[in-house]
């Protein structure tokens, strides 16, 4: 008898069990487990007036679950750090809706990583169908994968069209042991700002405790919310995510969370959320007083000191940023996959798509030729 596929579209992480999850990846990535996303859904960062309304898509076989998507259903682009407010505003020039889209991603966090979850190619490559048949029966006009892994990218057949951009991202180098091999790979000029910012810092009286999530307590997990309000504050944003969230993250995944908190007469003054990979650090949040140094120290110089400590290879430290070229994070291509109903507004964006790639192409070559590194043996 022949086996069928059956595709169902989960309007939670509740309604199908994490082992069954949890099988479809290598659990190298904490953004795609079934903790990190259920928890979203469950401490109420997923608030309906942004626009995020869990739709995702998942494949069965004789009801073993064989290819997910997390996904969902967006009417506006808000959290997602892939902008297409110029393709939404050509939609609405032309009396057409662009929303509601359907997105593959994971909410808030600009981070490379599976997006395509299953137990083969073949999955995989169903599972893409099985995406394109749910925008044809919603009459929704799109489907997006933001920050696929470059791997996925030959999954992808040519009625998707390709993204990039580019993020700055620290690459551990042969010979890396510590923070002062690091600095040696670099020019006297950025070595010397680095260590001078460092020195501001620890001239402050200021001094530095690593916590994962199962070390936290609960005055310095909510020490770190509060600071992550503080800087949405500052920058006129709302908040997304609860302090029942970082709890959860603590409880659900106690070794991949981690805290870097900067005390100051032994009260938390700055801290930086991070999440840990099987071989990437992941920073995420950040929020303290306006102290010279401390950001850098806080969200940079941190990571790749625990990096370096723990044998990271990888920090990825968030999106846009040029300032962290000249601490060591070098630009690195990200990338984006879009399948668009229409096909005249497909076929115009394909050459807008083209030629956008190419625009980011340059600019990551430009941005290459003022690395911080003394040589190209020493620039990853």
Known sequence: MTSVHETRVLASLADVQATQW???????????????????????????????????????RDEQLIAAAPGYLKENSHGEFVFDHAWANAYARHGVDYFPKWLGAVPYSPVTGPRLLGVDDDARRGLLRAVVRHVQDGALSSAHFNFHLPAEATLFDPSWLQRDDVQFQWQRQPGWKSFDDFLAAMDHKRRKNIRQERAKVAQAGIRFVTRHGDEASADELRAMHGFYLRTFAEYGNAPALTLGFLRHLAEALPRQLVLFLALQDDEPVAGALCLRGGDTLYGRYWGGQTLPGLHFETCYYQGIAYCLREGLQRFEPGAQGEHKLARGFLPTLVHSQHWIADRQFREALQDWCGREREDVARYAQALRLHSPFKSAESTP
């Open 22 to 60: 949890e099988a479809l990846h290598d659990g190298s990535n904490p953004f795609i487990s079934h903790a990190f996303l259920a928890g979203l859904e469950q401490h109420g960062c997923l608030r309906p007036e942004w626009g995020w309304q869990p739709q995702h898509l998942t494949l069965w």
